[in-house]
């Protein structure tokens, strides 16, 4: 299993960007999958997550309304259009999945992931 961020970069505050999650090894249409940050000097973040079948979008309260999380199966990849961006949405950025094994262990608040990616940086500054 193996998670490759990227899309990340400088931007404005209000401006946009979209990162991309490639994954392989697995079927992202067989898994939940969520994204995670971590600014400089604090603890991981939940932002989002979507359902295998993509039917489902879930957001934290930070992000709702501003981030849209999607994927394409026949692509393998997961995505996360990032808009409205605000200096405190600077952070990196990672993919992460649970799959029950193998892997190591990421506790954001409640949730548990085995697998997540190197993560791609977000830098919102004017």
């Known amino acids: 299993v193996q998670l490759q961020e990227s899309g990340g970069g400088l931007v404005q505050p209000g401006g946009s960007l979209r990162l991309s999650c490639a994954a392989s090894?697995?079927?992202?249409?067989?898994?939940?999958m969520s994204w995670v940050r971590q600014a400089p000097g604090k603890e991981f973040e939940w932002v989002g997550a979507?359902?295998?079948?993509?039917?489902?979008?879930w957001y934290s309260d930070a992000v709702k309304g501003r981030f849209t999380i999607s994927k394409d199966n026949a692509k393998n990849t997961l995505y996360m259009q990032l808009n409205s961006l605000q200096t405190d949405d600077t952070a990196m950025y990672y993919c992460a999945l649970r799959t029950g094994t193998g892997g190591g262990l990421l506790r954001v608040g409640g949730y548990e992931y085995n697998y997540w990616g190197q993560g791609t940086q977000v830098t919102v500054s004017s």
């Open positions: 090894g697995f079927s992202v249409s067989s898994y939940t």
């Open positions: 979507i359902t295998a079948s993509g039917g489902n979008t």
